[in-house]
């Protein structure tokens, strides 16, 4: 005891006084409490406890102390003559309300907030280490549904609040990474385009994350243009109030793996059904000798390659973190450092990333203080390409005939190219290389002045540099046909400057008006340097950069640039901390526009009542706190090209020798900010002491001026041109509810969410249909992004059952036609479709809506049972209502390649009167049985038990000889169950960020389970 | 420093802050693309766009000139090792709107840079920035016009009417959605843009060798009339226009046959590659060429993807052989040598040995060279009742490829439809795989008695090919053509 007390640094004696020890603990568990304030009331001489919760204060005998600590309630003692005094404080959920969050260029406590925010600190962020900033936040914060893309490594997520309000690709919310709005645009995979997305939020150490703040309605106007979609607002930690410095180890071990397989044909079932396939289209029995030789030395397997594909993945993360502060917080710090080793579960990839972080404060003179703070990570990833080409290694796994031998039979070598044509999967993963080398760095200086009383003057400079490198090399070995081998190379840096100047002014009048004022200014500059150069005919797979082509097909330099200049100001008002009024208005200027559309507007106006604050309330002792809120707000979108409005004529290589520039965009002056008005009501409640709290909110918004890139008539010349057009709606309501069960030994916390969002489409140009592509639609009326297709009613068990009309006196039968008046007529085996108009003839003029792939609603619950040292905590994941495209299946089943097929063939039809629902197999699908329809149209609704942590505390006696304060051992289930009935590899599945093309599975990377063991120390 | 100063000195720098002005800072231009305020500033823009729409016709042309060509005739058929749904359905007459092929975007894509061309370089003219340059301002001007005469010539021999889009979309709020006109009206754009060509003038030649046989020239010209002439049954005019282009040392016949020739190709098969014949496909510009769109693989990688249409059946190519066509050869025509390998294999643009299919799939698309022109004129000569003449040209082309010619016995008391059909099988011989059968059989009317046998073809409305459902999804005002409703 006598070391740590000399160890305590900050915790000074006065030895010619009287001193006081003792320790503080908790009262209901008893721990010991660290850093608790102990203060001799009317001086300004005070001590914390130090990582034992002891403290030592010289004082006067008689003298009165004050006891704080945060989530605690306060003590004011009466030392007396004593010279030990243990004190047992009571924690306080209420005051909890006196939590600080950050609402943007600047914090509220969470009782003076009027606006729609959520917010998670780091306790609630999952403790497993795998994860990123997006599945940290999932099912925590109702209104904000997160899907991920793919189960890749830094996978891009649909990150949406209170549903899709705009439809351009990158409708994602704000991000604000201490105070620097941060580039959050997801990037693709490289100049091959896989359709796969990854999230420069991977590029945040979760560790280092202090606290997530969502700005979900109107109030979300000060910052502008770019918050229509919500601002995210992440605060990392720092050193503040650490006193003496802290040292955190964590380390994180996991296996993965793949959480189901699809189910495919094994060898005698595909070449039964490739038999069919091709007797059915040509009368002739096939002569494919890989199919019809089944004794064929190269031809003999039974693979599931998805087997073959598929491992068990060893995945690694160490994290460690030092804090510290000198004793007044004048000074503090927070340095960190990761390394994050991740193999993902494809065989020959490999994912590694590190990260480091450092934030000092540091106060100049009594005015002047100061902020530095930097983060950098690298990754490294070697990837496969996943989507539905024939170089994707997720989708060759499923496709690849199962009769091939991967290696040959003879020599034992890997066969490239299976039967001379198909790339073989395991020889896609060894062979060809698809790489991402990225760095990124990104931080802020700012500087503070206390100038008067009450008023601050900031002014911060903020960057975000990153560098993306990405290569995709597809050797000679695994391209049929002639084709020729490739080398693609994109360099991407990324950069951009802000400066943003804010005055800050507080006042309290009387003691019963509070004012705060803000005003401020802001600057930022984008700047985009893209390099593409693709090679060709590279002579082996030794070197595979561009230097190693014949011939370089493409180079381009494409340098972008674009500005936003704002002024904001904000102005908050409250009486007594009842009544609470909040206005904001935010002018933006935008490089993105032409000179008359250059500037947007944005304010908006909140209120709140607490009425828990009122005298007559006080009788209702059970309510601990009771809150009303209302805001409405505007709030704009601007992501649409750098130069949309002034068109765009770029090179397009050579002819003859001559430079060759063509057009392909179109200008539009007349494009501006996307609008969207917002408007909310909420009530926060607290019973029992704040033992259960309940928040609800209802909101409609209204989105006017889409910004998009409309697809137009070939006719043009273009394939889309940049306008605003059309308008949507979002209505919901939202509800968490979070409860403290038991409150004994024996804890347990829950939390619940559910939000439910409508979205409408309002109006469309012309109020024509609008498709931004073959399965979703815009229609005003109905949801944004609607699958459309064909509606499947059977399949015709016999060819006569095939009638449109027949005649009542001559009984001659007129029969439903494919495609137009001469097209094929349907037999047996095809399959029955809705004729809509009834006109005998199916075709487009039939199509309808065929599912939705919006959910009706989504959410969480996360519980939280500690009992001594054990803590386990859960989270339950879902979302109800959603469809998902399974396109994946479709392209398997309906492919006129040879290739493997689904087990849904077990049940095709065969011949004259099955009944079944899945039709005769015709090679090539003559009879587009296989077109978009329902048939592929899927629930994907689930339930997913997303994460369950067991931790060990180990006791502090155990520690102390090892001088560690504070030791966990934890061992975690990431995505240990899901249910729900859709039978791709995941439900939660996009491949698009676009709100007009989203739920389509396209095969993207599957989702992964680990099971992970942890240990955390405090030093 | 005294707290006072700071104090000072802050709220100076907090005045600035917030007094100065950056409109400037919102004014960003791009500095590695042009844009419509920088751009048609100066001639060789002009003329670098011109180029441009050339790469687009690049585009357009490989290796879909083969499917529409030959896609739905006799000329090939299915390679059963290569099973593509899309050459199956144009096979087996079974066309539909899904289909990839049916899209027209890529020749409107040349068409609106055309009228980008055009537009602006009269603008350009009036400012006064052609001073001096009338030539330049002639030729990019009568390229622009050839072009965009292709492109709709050779669209409305398989969509039939078409949307006419002769201005450039300059703004994005204009109107995009145009219906389609008649044919009538699109042949008088047809003809109006040839006789603007024409009236430039658009050069004769050019500079290079290479240039005059791979951008459009008079003699392009007159080829695309005689074609647009055979198509509206105006032979008068196709004679007229076919004569210009006889007249123009710049075309002569390659050679082929030679009877002074000891070689025996039988023995080394791959000895044809020197001729000039074979070259005209392999090496490209050659002297019987009138215009082809030049493919480089040295210059970007650029590839007219042949291979994936014709070749060694072993690499999968879509097509192989018709056995109606290689029937059509006697044994003397060494052009059966030059199009087809032993196993039906179609090798018409590849040199026999050492070709190497990485590098060397950038051959040319022949659009029009002297022997099409010859005998579209022998058509000509023979609806216009100088059977003589017609078969002369005939025998012209046989003889070359070391065929026998016709004997006047032979034709003789042949009515004028025999000796076109006569006609079309000499053009089969001599055209095959170069995107003229099909066109061919529909502007005959012989398509359904030649086809019908083979894929069922029986109606005339199925000649035309069905408008892509992309295309009538965004554009209400268009109509699918009436068989594939």
Redesign the interface.
């Known amino acids: 005891m006598v070391v740590f007390s000399m160890l305590s640094t900050f915790a000074q004696v006065n030895p010619t006084q009287g001193t006081l020890t003792g320790q503080v603990t908790d009262a209901k568990t008893n721990e010991t409490l660290i850093g608790v304030s102990i203060r001799v009331e009317g001086t300004d001489k005070g001590t914390a406890t130090d990582k034992n919760g002891n403290f030592s204060l010289g004082l006067n005998p008689g003298a009165v102390i004050l006891v704080s600590y945060i989530g605690y309630q306060n003590q004011r003692l009466n030392v007396g003559d004593r010279k030990r005094l243990d004190i047992k404080l009571a924690p306080s959920a209420q005051q909890l309300s006196e939590v600080t969050i950050n609402v943007g260029y600047g914090t509220q406590k969470i009782k003076e907030v009027t606006g729609a925010v959520g917010s998670i600190t780091a306790k609630q962020m999952d403790n497993h280490a795998l994860g990123d900033v997006n599945t940290s936040l999932q099912g925590k914060i109702a209104g904000l549904q997160i899907t991920s893309n793919s189960g890749e490594p830094g996978a891009g997520a649909t990150v949406r609040i209170r549903g899709a309000s705009s439809i351009n690709g990158s409708s994602q919310p704000l991000y604000i990474v201490d105070g620097v709005p941060i580039n959050s645009d997801t990037y693709g995979g490289g100049l091959v385009d896989d359709a796969s997305t990854f999230s420069p939020l991977a590029d945040l150490n979760p560790q280092d994350i202090e606290s997530i703040e969502v700005l979900k309605d109107g109030t979300a106007s000060i910052y502008g243009s770019r918050a229509s979609n919500g601002v995210i607002i992440i605060t990392t930690k720092s050193g503040k109030n650490a006193k003496k410095p802290e040292i955190q180890f964590s380390a994180n071990g996991s296996v993965a793996n793949i959480t189901r397989k699809i189910g495919v044909l094994d060898a005698p079932q595909f070449r039964s059904a490739f038999m069919d396939a091709v007797y059915n289209f040509t009368g002739a029995q096939t002569t494919k000798v890989s199919v019809i030789d089944s004794l064929h030395p190269y031809y003999s397997k039974s693979n599931n390659w998805q087997d073959l594909m598929y491992r068990s993945a060893l995945q690694y993360k160490a994290d460690v973190s030092i804090k510290g502060a000198s004793k007044d917080n004048n000074m503090n710090y927070f340095i960190s450092a990761g390394y994050k080793d991740i193999n993902p579960i494809i065989i020959d990839t490999k994912f590694k990333q590190t990260y480091a972080s450092a934030k000092v404060y540091y106060t100049v003179?009594?005015?002047?203080s100061g902020n530095t703070n930097f983060n950098v990570s690298t990754n490294d990833y070697n990837r496969i390409l996943s989507g539905l080409s024939n170089q994707s290694a997720i989708y060759q796994a499923l496709s690849t005939m199962p009769v091939y031998s991967p290696y040959d039979p003879i020599n034992g070598q890997l066969i490239p190219l299976l039967e001379?044509?198909k790339p073989n999967p395991i020889a896609i993963a060894d062979l060809a290389a698809n790489k991402i080398n990225r760095w990124r760095m990104f931080g802020n200086q700012d500087f503070r002045?206390k100038?008067?009383t009450g008023l601050e003057?900031k002014?911060t400079l903020g960057f975000d540099y990153s560098n993306t490198e990405e290569t995709n090399f597809t050797p000679?070995a695994l391209l049929?046909?002639?084709q020729?081998?490739s080398s693609y190379l994109t360099t991407g840096k990324n950069y951009s400057f802000i400066n943003e100047?804010t005055?800050n002014y507080r006042r309290t009048i009387n003691k019963n008006h509070n004012l705060t004022f803000l005003?401020g200014?802001s600057?930022q500059?984008f700047t985009d340097n893209n390099v593409n150069v693709?090679?060709?005919?590279l002579i082996d797979a030794t070197i595979t950069s561009i230097n190693g082509t014949?011939?370089?097909?493409?180079y381009?330099?494409?340098?972008?640039?674009?500005?936003l200049?704002s002024?904001f100001a904000r102005a908050n008002y409250d009486y007594k901390g009842k009544y609470l009024f909040s206005a904001v208005m935010r002018a933006d200027?935008?490089?993105r526009f032409g000179?008359d559309n250059?500037f947007g507007y944005f304010p908006s106006f909140s209120a709140g009542w607490r009425l828990s604050q009122e005298d007559w309330f006080k009788q209702l002792s059970f309510i601990s706190d009771a809150k009303i809120r209302g805001s409405y707000g505007v709030t704009g979108n601007q992501s649409i090209g750098?130069?949309a409005w002034?068109?765009?004529?770029?090179?397009?290589?050579?002819?003859?020798?001559?430079?060759?520039?063509?057009?392909n965009g179109?200008?539009?002056?007349?494009?501006k900010w996307e609008t969207t008005k917002q408007s909310n009501i909420g009530l926060d409640l607290a019973f029992l002491q704040d033992r259960i709290r309940f928040t609800a909110d209802a909101y409609l918004k209204k989105t006017t001026g889409l910004l998009f890139d409309?697809?137009?008539?070939?006719?043009?010349?273009?394939?889309t041109?940049?306008?605003n057009f059309g308008s949507l709606e979002n209505k919901g309501l939202e509800f968490t509810l979070s409860t403290v069960n038991l409150d004994r030994e024996f804890k347990w916390n829950s939390t619940f969410t559910l939000s439910l969002n409508r979205n409408r489409v309002l109006a469309l140009p012309?109020n024509?249909?609008y498709?931004p592509n073959i399965y979703n639609m815009a229609r005003v009326g109905e949801t944004a992004g609607v699958f459309y297709g064909l509606k499947a009613l059977g399949v015709y068990a016999y060819d006569t059952d095939n009638v449109y009309q027949r005649n009542a006196t001559t009984g001659a039968v007129i029969p439903y036609r494919q495609?137009?008046?001469?097209g094929?007529i349907y037999k047996g085996g095809d399959v029955i479709w809705e004729d809509v108009n009834g006109d005998g003839i199916i075709?487009?003029a039939d199509l309808q809506v065929i599912g939705d792939p919006n959910p009706d609603f989504t959410g969480g619950f996360q519980n939280e049972f500690s009992y001594k040292n054990f803590s386990l905590t859960t989270l339950i994941t879902y979302s109800f209502g959603n469809d998902v495209f399974n396109e994946v299946k479709r392209n398997l089943d309906a492919s006129?390649?040879?290739q493997n097929l689904t087990t849904d063939q077990l049940r095709r039809w065969r011949k004259q009167g099955d009944v079944t629902d899945v039709p005769r197999l015709v090679?090539?699908?003559?009879m587009?049985n296989y077109?978009i329809s329902n048939r592929f149209v899927e629930d994907g609704s689930f339930i997913r038990l997303q994460n369950v942590a067991l931790n060990y505390r180990i006791p502090a006696k155990m520690l102390n000889r090892f001088k560690i304060s504070n030791a966990t051992v934890g061992f975690s289930v990431v995505n240990l169950l899901t249910f729900g009935a859709y039978t791709g590899y995941d439900p939660e599945v996009s491949s698009s960020t676009n709100a007009l093309a989203v739920g389509v599975d396209r095969g993207s990377f599957p989702r992964t389970r680990t099971y992970n063991l942890s240990l955390n120390l405090s030093l | 420093m005294k707290?006072k100063d700071?104090?000072i000195y802050?709220?100076i720098?907090?005045t600035l802050?917030?007094l100065s002005s950056?409109k400037k800072?919102?004014?960003?231009?791009?500095?590695?693309?042009?844009?419509?305020?920088n751009?048609w500033t100066e001639t060789p823009?002009a003329?670098?766009?011109l180029?441009?729409?050339?790469?687009?016709l690049?585009g357009a042309m490989a290796p879909e000139f083969v499917l529409y060509g030959e896609g739905r005739a006799d000329n090939v058929v299915i390679n059963p090792l290569?099973?593509?749904?899309q050459t199956?359905?144009l096979l087996?007459n079974?066309l539909?709107?899904?289909l990839p092929i049916t899209?027209?975007?890529g020749f409107?894509?040349?068409?609106?840079?055309s009228?980008?061309i055009l537009k602006n370089t009269l603008e350009m003219k009036a400012k006064g920035l052609y001073l001096g340059k009338d030539a330049e301002y002639a030729s990019v001007r009568g390229q622009a016009y050839a072009m965009r005469a292709f492109c709709y010539f050779y669209m409305t021999r398989i969509w039939g009417k078409l949307?006419l889009?002769t201005q450039?979309?300059?703004?994005?709020?204009q109107n995009?959605?145009?219906a389609r006109s008649d044919t009538t009206a699109v042949y008088t754009q047809i003809q109006s843009d040839l006789d603007s060509a024409s009236v430039m003038p658009i050069p004769a030649a050019y500079s290079?060798s290479?240039?005059t046989r791979?951008?459009f020239t008079l003699g392009a010209v007159n080829a695309l009339y005689t074609d647009f002439y055979m198509w509206r049954r105006q032979y008068r005019n196709a004679l007229a226009a076919s004569q210009k282009i006889l007249s123009n040392s710049t075309y002569a016949l390659a050679s082929l046959y030679s009877a002074s020739s000891t070689v025996d190709y039988n023995v080394n098969p791959a000895l044809i590659d020197n001729t000039a014949y074979a070259q005209m496909f392999t090496k490209g510009f050659s002297t019987e060429s009138i215009f082809e769109v030049?493919y480089?693989?040295?210059?970007?990688?650029?590839r007219s993807f042949l291979?994936?249409v014709y070749?060694d059946l072993?690499?999968?190519?879509f097509f192989k052989a018709s056995g109606y066509l290689s029937s059509k050869f006697t044994s003397t025509d060494l052009r059966s040598k030059i199009n087809f390998d032993t196993n039906s294999g179609i090798v018409k643009y590849f040199e026999k040995s050492g070709f190497v299919?990485?590098?060397q799939?950038d051959k040319n698309v022949i659009v029009y060279r002297l022997a099409d022109i010859l005998l579209l004129r022998a058509e000509a000569l023979n609806k216009t009742g100088d059977v003589p003449g017609a078969m002369t040209i005939v025998n012209q082309i046989r003889t070359r490829a070391g065929a026998v010619a016709y004997t006047e016995a032979a034709y003789a008391g042949l009515s004028t439809d025999q000796i076109e059909d006569l006609i079309l099988d000499e053009r089969a011989r001599e055209l095959c795989y170069e995107g003229k059968r099909w066109f061919d059989l529909v502007r005959t009317g012989k398509a359904i008695k030649v086809l019908q046998p083979i894929n069922g073809l029986s109606?005339t409305e199925?000649y035309l090919w069905p408008i892509?459902?992309?295309?009538?999804?965004?554009?209400?005002l268009?109509d699918q053509n009436s068989?594939?409703?």
């Open positions: 003179n009594k005015a002047i001379g044509s002045v100038i008067a003057f002014t000679q049929p046909q002639g020729i081998s100047n005055l005003l200014q600057y500059k693709i090679g060709r005919g014949s011939v370089v097909s493409l381009n330099q494409n340098i972008e640039e674009h500005s200049l002024y200027g935008s490089s000179a250059r750098n130069y002034q068109g765009a004529l770029n090179t397009n290589g050579t002819y003859l020798g001559n430079v060759a520039i063509v057009s179109v200008p539009n002056a007349s494009l409309v697809a137009v008539p070939g006719t043009t010349g273009y394939a041109v940049p306008a012309g024509q249909d498709r495609g137009s008046a001469n094929a075709n487009d006129p390649y040879d090679k090539t699908d003559p587009l077109a | 707290r700071y104090k802050s709220l720098l907090i802050i917030f950056c800072a919102l004014e960003i231009d791009p500095t590695t693309s042009y844009s419509s305020s751009f823009q003329t670098a766009a180029y441009g729409a050339y790469t687009l690049q290569a099973l593509s749904s199956l359905n087996t079974n539909n709107s899904s899209s027209w975007n409107y894509q040349v068409v609106n840079q009228n980008l949307p889009v450039p979309l300059l703004d994005a709020n995009v959605t145009i290079t290479s240039a791979a951008q030049d480089n693989f040295a210059e970007r990688a650029t291979i994936t070749g072993g690499f999968q190519p299919r990485g590098t799939d109606q199925n892509s459902l992309t295309e009538i999804r965004l554009n209400p268009l068989y594939y409703q």
